[in-house]
């Protein structure tokens, strides 16, 4: 698990949050059905968005919760 400030937590979800946005839209103006373009951002939604989760925590959301 990696520690960072509320900042960088905010910025990395910010960061997350518009690839995924960027990616969802292009796959709705282009995609036309493609099923490897879905295949490919259905798995990117879930490793970006749950490795984030997983792996990055607040300092001051991780010293809270071991009290």
């Given amino acids: 698990m990696i520690r960072v ?3 960088s937590y905010g910025s990395i979800w910010g960061l997350v949050v518009i690839l995924l946005a960027a990616g969802w ?6 995609g036309n059905g493609d099923t ?3 295949t490919i951002m ?10 984030v989760a997983m792996l ?3 300092k001051n959301a ?4 071991e009290t």
Wanted: no cysteine; aromatic share 6%; charged share 15%.
């Fill in 5 to 7: 400030d509320r900042r």
């Fill in 25 to 30: 839209a292009a796959y709705g103006l282009i």
């Fill in 36 to 38: 490897l373009f879905l």
């Fill in 42 to 51: 259905v798995v990117a939604t879930i490793v970006l968005g749950g490795g």
């Fill in 56 to 58: 990055v925590r607040s």
């Fill in 62 to 65: 991780q010293d809270a919760s």
